[in-house]
């Protein structure tokens, strides 16, 4: 399909209709085809990183966490959408590269990079390929029924928590910082795997990763959410101390409103709309469209130099938090700036001819980079929130129709 909109209504049947079709075939019939078709290695297992625009490979290094979050996709697909053979044949051989080549038997970490074949790399001083883990090998755990894969979920995610809360500073003691990826990365892990395997501490986990959240990142004098913080949660006067990254306020947003969608809880359903609120306004770039990298808390300039740059995942995560935004609290507001984000993404980051999308544009919008695939970029955000998407207007199909 190549159905585009402009302007549109959320609560108007027939748009959502066309919309479920949208993330649907995007979805099967393009991005999920486009990585099995041209990243799988048959021969060491595991999927490469980078591709081309075409999907050449252009390095067969192998970033550990995106062959964690292909496995929780392709699971996860086994699990929502229809058991696929070709599907769970191909997250069981993935999960299995990421058994063999994932860990580092001198500590239990996880590695970051590793070679074709599975020689490691590097580690990065965060554990977050841990969490990527954990929910690839939940969604194995539901497809398969084999609880050898619960017990890895669950050793990945302690593995996980008991590394990122006691991970050494980024800075010195001198001016010590917390980033809310640890806090946010916990909700959406102990989500997934309260659903997969029923972890049992998960509710207790997101309950202090989200009352963490509110008491040292939101800033309601400033009206943002802050990327990084002091230890009890004080702003840093410095360019690190300033810098707002909206994507990833946005991401965050979306986990806290999945919460309260499971919960039923109106107080949640407020505070993750607020932070969608102060990240749109921080983050939409009024002259070009689309969502600005990075922004200064003050507006201040920013030191990195991609700031104004336009990355594909923030408006995968803008996409989904709008669309829940609207679903739970049926402000018009949420439909008028989901048209705008969904269409600004789908007329500059689709590659119309030969599939997959664009990930790094300038901030007119122009590619920037051709490669579908680097060790940050692979098979994620974008089904994820194609899938997400798609059950969310079917949802809304099913409230407007009164099931």
């Not at 995106?66 to 599907?87: A, K, M, P």
């Not at 980024?170 to 917390?178: A, E, H, N, Y």
């Not at 810098?243 to 986990?255: C, D, S």
Request: include cysteine; charged fraction near 25%.
């Amino acid at each position: 399909m190549n159905v585009q909109f402009s302007q549109f209504d959320l609560n108007d049947r027939q748009t959502i209709r066309l919309l479920a079709d949208r993330f649907r075939d995007d979805l099967l019939n393009d991005v999920v085809p486009f990585w099995i078709r041209h990243t799988v290695d048959r021969e060491h297992g595991g999927i490469w990183s980078a591709v081309d625009r075409r999907g050449n490979v252009i390095d067969t290094d192998k970033a550990m966490w995106i062959q964690g979050r292909f496995c929780w996709l392709l699971g996860e697909l086994c699990n929502q959408v229809e058991r696929r053979d070709e599907w769970l044949e191909l997250a069981i051989q993935v999960g299995r590269f990421i058994e063999h080549h994932g860990f580092d038997a001198a500590d239990g970490r996880m590695w970051f990079l590793v070679t074709s074949e599975g020689l490691p790399l590097r580690k990065r001083r965060y554990a977050f390929t841990e969490s990527f883990a954990a929910i690839a090998f939940g969604e194995l755990a539901r497809a398969t029924g084999n609880s050898s894969y619960v017990d890895l979920a669950e050793r990945c995610f302690q593995r996980f928590v008991d590394h990122d809360y006691r991970a050494l500073p980024k800075f010195t003691d001198t001016r010590p910082t917390k980033s809310i990826g640890v806090p946010m990365i916990t909700i959406g892990m102990a989500q997934e795997l309260r659903d997969s395997i029923g972890l049992q501490t998960a509710d207790d986990w997101i309950d202090k990763s989200i009352a963490e959240i509110r008491r040292d990142f939101l800033k309601p004098d400033l009206r943002c959410v802050m990327e990084t913080v002091g230890i009890g949660g004080e702003i840093i006067d410095h360019f690190d101390g300033r810098l707002l990254n909206p994507g990833h306020a946005i991401e965050t947003a979306w986990f806290v409103l999945r919460e309260a969608k499971h919960r039923a809880d109106a107080d949640l359903v407020r505070m993750g709309c607020q932070m969608l609120d102060w990240s749109w306004q921080r983050g939409w770039d009024e002259e070009f469209g689309g969502l600005l990298y990075f922004v200064d808390a003050d507006q201040l300039p920013v030191q990195e130099y991609w700031h104004d740059m336009k990355f594909w995942w923030p408006h995968n995560e803008a996409i989904i938090a709008l669309l829940l935004a609207f679903q739970l609290s049926g402000d018009a507001k949420y439909s008028e700036w989901f048209s705008r984000v969904y269409d600004w993404t789908h007329r500059h980051f689709p590659d119309r001819e030969f599939g997959e999308w664009f990930g790094y544009l300038h901030r007119d919008g122009s590619p920037s980079s051709t490669a579908k695939g680097t060790m940050w970029k692979g098979p994620f955000h974008i089904p994820r929130m194609q899938l997400i998407g798609w059950q969310i207007c079917c949802e809304l199909l099913a409230d407007a129709n009164g099931h």
